[in-house]
Structure formats: structure tokens, C-alpha cells
């Protein structure tokens, strides 16, 4: 029997939205649709998301330095998570 269950792409692994009752360690396959043109890369920031103010400036300054650099970290979320220390 196949069960179906969804998953969030965190930019670096497949996340259920709900618990799994599976061993920790299974590995599965995903079939992954290709959607036939380039969308954003996996961890780019939501469009929908709306920023504070703080977060706007933030945002800017991560702009101007990945375009200057190569981008560490690799998204917004992961950038914010180390400016305010909880990495």
C-alpha cells in the first residue's frame, strides 16, 4: 500500500508536514515533477513573506554582499538565523 504525504524542500532536504511512521535512517525516492521553466532556487526568499522593518534593512545588506561574493550563507532565512545568533 502507498501512503502519500507531503513534504516542504528546506533547500537542503525533503521535511514531511506531519509525522511519518517510519524507522529514522529509511530512504525513499521522490518523483519530482519537472515544471518546465526556472523558478526561483530551492531557499529563495517567499515573495509573500512580508518583512519588518529590521528585516528589510537586513535583507538589503545580504543583497549587496552576494552580489559581491559568493553567497554565505546560501539563503535570506539562513542569513537572518546567523545575524541574530541562533546559529
Do not use: N
Amino acid at each position: 500500500m502507498l501512503k502519500t504525504i507531503d513534504v516542504v524542500f528546506d533547500g537542503k532536504s525533503f521535511v514531511p508536514t506531519e509525522p511519518v511512521d517510519l524507522p529514522t535512517g529509511t530512504k525513499l525516492t521522490l518523483d519530482v515533477p519537472d515544471h518546465g521553466y526556472p523558478g526561483p532556487r530551492a531557499g529563495a526568499h517567499d515573495p509573500d513573506k512580508k518583512f519588518s522593518p529590521e528585516d528589510a534593512a537586513v535583507w538589503i545588506e545580504f543583497m549587496r554582499a552576494i552580489r559581491s561574493v559568493p553567497p554565505d550563507p546560501p539563503t535570506f532565512d539562513e542569513y537572518l538565523r546567523q545575524q541574530r545568533g541562533e546559529e
